[in-house]
């Protein structure tokens, strides 16, 4: 199986992972790295500090980046909470704070 490793970015740093994670393909790296980010936004909220900003960089053993993660876009997206095919919290209420939809006449 190949590794993966989650660099995380921010607007004057990056903080590389030396270790990586070995896991079946690209689809579980993108997964680890939502939760991630999720993790990052929680601590953020919890002990303050902007929760947008930072990205994860996935990138293979060579080093190339395969794929990046925003934790903006893991929040909030295009106006809505964030959401995947395969988030766990997707048995969550769906109503949207940001932009509640009116009542059905």
Known sequence: ???YFFNVRDETEISCDPE???LP???AARREAVNS???MI???VLHGGAVNGRIIEISGEDGKVLAVVKTGEVLIKEGRFGRFSDDVTH???VTNPI???PPEK
């Open 20 to 22: 990586g994670q070995v």
């Open 91 to 93: 048995s969550a209420p």
């Open 37 to 39: 980010a999720r993790e």
């Open 25 to 27: 393909d690209l689809d």
């Open 99 to 101: 932009s509640p939809k």
């Open 1 to 3: 199986m190949p590794r």
């Open 42 to 44: 929680g601590e953020r």
